[in-house]
Structures are given as structure tokens and as C-alpha cells.
Nanobody
Framework: VQLQASGGGLVQPGGSLSLSCAAS????????MGWYRQAPGKQRELVAA???????NYADSVKGRFTISRDTAKNTVYLQMNSLKPEDTAVYYC??????????????WGQGTLVTVSS
């Protein structure tokens, strides 16, 4: 599975950005896709994701501001980010999970795209 992310950039506080991530390869093995982020000096954290039971998870810090969506025909997941704050500044990573059955999940990562929120 390969993940190609795009979007990101520099935006002022209160602004909006959108990210997209297209999956290719053995996409039939993917059971969930989503977005994580890593700010300087911090651990990578979940931002938003579709779960393997087709629900959505959001980090509390982005609820009401970010929206994850997908186009299954294009194997693409999107992240619409509104009302951006300086603390949203981070490298955003697309993630896909493949089920390994009882052994859990295998993670695939995109290349990361930088989002900078600054005036």
C-alpha cells in the first residue's frame, strides 16, 4: 500500500486548509484510513480517522473544526481543517491500517505534509 498526501501549507489563524491522501497498491487490504500529526518535540497523535467499523474518531482538540471525509471510488481520504489555530501547526501524516487478524493491524504512512498556522 502506498499513500500520497497533498495539501498543507501556511495559513493565518482562523483560516482553512484541506488535505487529501490517495491510496494505491493493495487497497483491498485497507480497513481504515485517517490522519495523524506530529508537532515539534511532541509525539505523533491521532487527528481524525475512519475506523474499521466505519465510524469516525476525532481528537478532542479538533472536534467541530476538522472534518474527515472520503471518496471510496478514488481510495482517497480528505481532511478539511477550519478555524485553524497556531497549535494545529504540525506535520500531518496520512495513515492506513491493514488487518492482520488476531495479530492486530499493520500501519502504512504517507510522506507527511507540513501545516503551519501563523500570522
Amino acid at each position: 500500500v502506498q499513500l500520497q498526501a497533498s495539501g498543507g501549507g501556511l495559513v493565518q489563524p482562523g483560516g482553512s486548509l484541506s488535505l487529501s491522501c490517495a491510496a494505491s497498491g493493495r487497497v483491498s487490504t485497507i480497513v481504515s484510513m485517517g490522519w495523524y500529526r506530529q508537532a515539534p518535540g511532541k509525539q505523533r497523535e491521532l487527528v481524525a480517522a475512519f475506523t474499521y467499523v466505519d465510524t469516525t474518531n476525532y481528537a478532542d482538540s479538533v472536534k467541530g473544526r476538522f472534518t474527515i471525509s472520503r471518496d471510496t471510488a478514488k481510495n482517497t481520504v480528505y481532511l478539511q481543517m477550519n478555524s485553524l489555530k497556531p497549535e494545529d501547526t504540525a506535520v500531518y501524516y496520512c495513515n492506513a491500517k491493514k488487518s492482520l487478524g488476531l495479530a492486530g493491524f499493520d500501519d502504512y504512512w504517507g510522506q507527511g505534509t507540513l501545516v503551519t498556522v501563523s500570522s
